[in-house]
């Protein structure tokens, strides 16, 4: 598996990494431990060596998971996780509410430290921007955290580009997690230059657009009342079958070129910025070794071209989240 560096902060990780959220939430039921944790040792045998979690999974469950799962390979992986969001008031069970104030983070990253059984978190994110606290009194905790040993790198997902430049003139920011993929292309508009100029490494979660990329999703699928998708505009029976489109077109390329289309689809991520890591989630080991050989597809800049004029002609049918969790991003 080839490297690569997240920007200029120095942080070198597997040109792929792995998201870890399916193993423990959102798509579906919890999977089975014993599964993921041999999964995810597997990840590490293919030289996977970017790890994806945040605290809201499971919730806490998906940290403890990778914390058991690579404690035996600690100085081999980063592990990347997530603070900002706390239980409402009146709501015991859910995590419905934003919090980054100083106090709350500093409190989180030690059980943070706990469950993932290392000395100091690689890489840690602000999950969603609070709009309650100012990015720069995030930004100095990240700081002394770093200062303290607790933390290594500062990184932020789904923000806005004034955000970004508030947050790294405080605190250097390593990383931006943010969706992206090519059937959401938003941030090629102000995002990727504002973090070329910094010098800011790019994160795209869901690359393959929440598995729809993958040609495996038709407007007959039924999801589990406790996947996430099952909650999305873009993925209603109706707004998926319009979306078969991409797909169709996706499978064209990927047979012209003996590949997939998740291959097709990670290795045109993986051309546009030479410090983009992609994030795939999986949950099958088939998978994981499908999406990994996406490294050795190459995409000529004629490629490129004719994937990215083709795909503008789709129209995309369907917000990519339902409204409430929308307001949450671009901040």
């Not at 990780?13 to 993921?36: N, T």
């Not at 998926?240 to 169709?248: C, E, G, R």
């Amino acid at each position: 598996m080839e490297t690569r560096t997240l920007g200029r902060s120095g942080l070198e990780v597997s040109a792929l990494g792995l998201g870890c959220m399916g193993m423990s939430w959102s798509y579906g039921p919890p999977k089975d431990r014993r599964e993921m944790i041999a999964l995810l040792h597997a990840a590490v045998d293919r030289g996977v060596t970017f790890f994806d979690t945040a605290e809201v999974y499971g919730p806490l469950a998906n940290e403890e998971l990778l914390g058991e799962a690579l404690a035996p390979f600690r100085d081999r992986v980063v592990i990347a996780t997530k603070f900002g969001w706390a239980r409402g008031a009146h709501d015991t069970e859910r995590w419905s509410m934003l919090n980054s104030r100083p106090d709350h983070i500093r409190a989180v990253v030690d059980g943070m430290l706990t469950r993932l059984r290392v000395e100091s978190i690689h890489l840690l994110y602000q999950h969603r921007v609070d709009p309650d606290v100012p990015i720069e009194d995030v930004a100095g905790t990240v700081r002394d955290l770093i200062a303290a040993g607790k933390v290594k790198h500062f990184g932020l997902s789904e923000a806005g580009t004034e955000t970004i430049r508030r947050a790294h003139a405080v605190q250097p920011v390593s990383a931006l997690q943010s969706e992206y993929s090519l059937w959401y292309r938003e941030p090629e508009q102000a995002v990727l230059p504002t973090l070329e100029e910094l010098g800011i490494g790019f994160v795209p979660f869901s690359p393959l657009g929440k598995g729809f990329l993958t040609g495996a999703i038709s407007e007959t699928t039924a999801f589990d009342s406790s996947d996430f998708r099952s909650t999305v505009p873009r993925f209603t029976p109706e707004n998926v079958k319009m979306n078969q489109a991409l797909v169709h077109l996706l499978a064209k390329f990927a047979a012209e070129r003996g590949a997939t289309s998740a291959q097709i689809s990670l290795a045109w991520l993986l051309a546009k910025r030479p410090w983009i890591v992609p994030i795939p989630g999986t949950t099958k080991l088939a998978r994981l070794e499908e999406n990994l050989r996406a490294v050795d597809v190459h995409l000529s800049p004629d490629d490129l071209r004719a994937i990215e004029d083709a795909s503008a002609a789709v129209h995309i049918q369907g917000a990519r989240y339902p409204e409430a969790h929308e307001r949450l991003t671009g901040r």
